[in-house]
């Protein structure tokens, strides 16, 4: 009888059988004809080649001998085969020059993947024992595992597990990512043919981090190489403007691969799911054999959006029930990169340059086969790890609606809304953002696009800035029944007096295309930033957070000054008076009841008689404009906001 997982694309490796050493005595010197892989009886330093575990399209994985430490270990070497081939003895050489540069960025990777791993010691974590260049390419050292991937087990099993059974594949899993995490290292490639069980403990690792595979595919751009749909949430395809990568991309991977174990499949592409979503939640198909939490905790964390998702690994085993809530809610958020880090620890740069995005789901076919780094039933696609790069250290909020061009790198757009223009600097270009249409001329107050957090922690959770109705164009002059300064000042009367920001700037006025917008907000506790822009042509937008800057935070008596680096606000018509609300909250906010619109990375919000019908028919304590507080499941959801308004008269 078929199972529910034999669906699932194969990986082209069998489970390894026990091996008993001793080796064989040395042969006589090999002779390399059996394509790129190095025959039984290759001495490399003090290991010697006993046979081939798995040949991949970026490496191959041998079974050695440790003549120094006497043990059976897995040898990995540099192989990308579309690029290089076997030469003289052991030399590895690139097969043309115009692959050179893309061998080499692989190769680096490769080993900073290895020193990387080797600075780890976690049970579900791949150990490195030793690493080096040499021959043209590289190695690395790891044990020999055996057992067989999560995938097979499924397989075998032809029955969902059961809840504690499931529960004990994920939470060894959550912790190893929780240590990656902690170093800004994220893995991008989870899924049940890179999870190993044990033999005889069924002890879940996570298998390797195929960085190389990760380089080349960038610089090749082919996304065959670098995603599996079904588990690569959007941000992975890189096709949304400013949209980042970090711990929530490893946390929608594990949900998903939760899903395929209790459903048999994985879940729609998230790709497709922008454009038409047929995802089914967990809490209406599997209800009954499973809690309650651990499918509305998976449920949360496969959000097709990042900045609804589960935020990070620790937020996601608190959701599972896998860890109590911490005592300071902040835990639950990603750390930031420090800004200190370095090109040379910038192992892969997570968003290569943007590519076109689609209109409709794109079809992508699975991985071709890497080869796994060390493990006995190695995967179908080598695992991938990414060092992150100075960058938010959260989900983004919504992408632009399908139809909207992203802004390509290099290319100005002009993103007139309201009187200021944003201009930032991405990837050595200037990005200009831009809502459709965008005014040539003229507009009122607005935003632009943020860069990499200020001197901010970390970014946080998810963040409701759910996708409105209809659009809202920029009106001229927001028609009566909507008063936006008296809805800014309602705000500041519903938020605390203790918790009141101060809002401060050099100057009161400022010149239409001649200055720039900069300000800086000082606050009595941490929290999470937003700034709303009411502009001199009526517009009501949302400033941060944006695309770029998905959760601004702020730490307790530091001045934080905005825009941050890499941005700037031009100031814009016409004439007139302006305001920026500023609120710091202690929890993310949802303010999805006020209609927001997400376009070119900003959010902009109704005015006029839609704004005021809106407001006259909330039967809430708190304006819409002040959102309702987005907290973690089973923490102490007490709200708590400041808010201060600051006057901007824009003249010529």
Known sequence: ?????????????????????????????????????LPAGTRLAEFEVLGVVGEGGFGIVYRAWDHSLKRQVALKEYMPSSLAQRTAGLMVSVRSDKYKETFHAGKASFVKEARML?????????????????????????PFYEGITLRQELRERKAAPDEATLLGWLGPIADALAVIHAEYYYHRDIAPDNVLLLAGSRRPVLLDFGAARRVIGDMTQDLTVILKPGYAPLEQYAEIPGMKQGPWTDVYALAALAYYAIRGRTPPPSVGRVVNDSYEPLTKV????????????????????????TPSITAFKVDLGLAPPPADPQALFPASQPATE?????LDVTVPSPRPAPSAPVPVSPASPDVPTMVVPPPATAVERTRAVPRPAVPVPAPSPAGTPPAAAGGRRGLLVGGVVAAAVVAGGALWWGRAPAPAVDGGVLPAPPASPAAAPSPSPAQATAPAPSPVPPSAAAPAGFDAPAAFERVVTAGSASLTPTLAAAQTQWRIDRDKLVFTVTSPADGHVYVFNHGTDGSLLQLYPNAQTPDLRIRAGQPLTLPQRGLQLDVAGPEGIGRLLVMV??????MTAFAPKVEGGFTSFPTGSVAAALE????????????????????????????????????R
């Not at 599997?286 to 998702?309: H, M, N, W």
């Not at 907290?631 to 906001?641: K, P, R, V």
Request: with cysteine.
């Open 1 to 37: 009888m078929s199972s529910p997982f034999d669906d699932d694309e194969a990986t082209g490796f069998e489970p390894t059988r026990a091996f008993t050493p001793p080796p064989p005595p040395p042969p006589p010197q090999p002779t390399l004809d059996a394509g790129n892989a």
């Open 118 to 142: 080797a600075q780890f010691d976690h049970p579900a974590l791949v150990k490195v024992f030793r690493f080096w260049e040499a021959n043209g390419s590289a190695y690395m050292v790891m």
């Open 286 to 309: 599997a209800t009954g054999r499973y809690s309650e939490r651990v499918l509305k905790a998976i449920d949360r964390a496969l959000a097709v959006r990042p900045e609804q998702r």
């Open 342 to 346: 370095t090109a040379d620890l910038a």
């Open 585 to 590: 909250s202690r929890w993310p906010r949802d």
């Open 616 to 651: 006259g028919a909330n039967a809430g304590r708190l304006p819409l404009l002040a959102g309702q507080p987005v907290c973690t499941a089973g923490a102490d959801c007490s709200d708590a906001f400041g808010a201060a308004v600051m006057r901007l008269e824009v003249v």
